[in-house]
């Protein structure tokens, strides 16, 4: 991210994290660490967002990349994503950041992971799941 940020100094780059407590000061003027954020603050940051940066080393697709997407919002990640942007170095960012900013939101992506990830379809999905490690509801 402080490549990136370096290479577009405009651009602010928000940085949210799991831990309480967990801010921390940069030297460069557009990396803010904003540290944990919960319901109605952190629902106006993703709308406040244009894209979401998430370079990972070992999870899968996040809820925080799942919410982006079904706001139309890009999503630009190392791993292989349906819809997502693969980057692989930070000239990729860079170039893909430079994109975005003229972009419209992403309605395919929305509507995709709108479907995928429904409450009902989540639900069928967990009550199929239990059906198979609790035959009769045992």
């Known amino acids: 991210v402080v490549e990136v940020a370096a290479q577009l100094p405009e651009v602010p780059f928000y940085i949210f994290s799991s831990y309480e407590g967990d801010t921390l ?3 460069l003027k557009n990396i803010h660490f904003i540290g944990r954020v919960n319901g ?4 106006k940051w993703w709308q406040d967002s244009s894209c979401l940066l998430r370079m990972s080393l070992h ?3 996040s809820l925080m ?3 982006f997407f079904q706001m139309g919002r890009r ?3 190392n791993q292989v994503w349906k819809h997502g942007i693969h980057c692989e170095s930070a000239e990729d960012i860079v170039y893909h950041l430079k994109e975005i900013m003229k972009a419209k939101p992403d309605l395919e992506a929305s509507k995709y992971y709108r479907e995928q990830f429904s409450q009902s379809k989540q639900r069928n999905y967990m009550l199929k799941a239990l059906e198979k490690v609790m035959p009769n509801g045992r």
């Open 25 to 27: 000061e940069h030297p």
């Open 65 to 67: 990349a799942i919410e």
């Open 75 to 77: 999503v630009l990640t």
């Open 59 to 61: 999870d899968g697709v």
């Open 40 to 43: 109605t603050i952190r629902d």
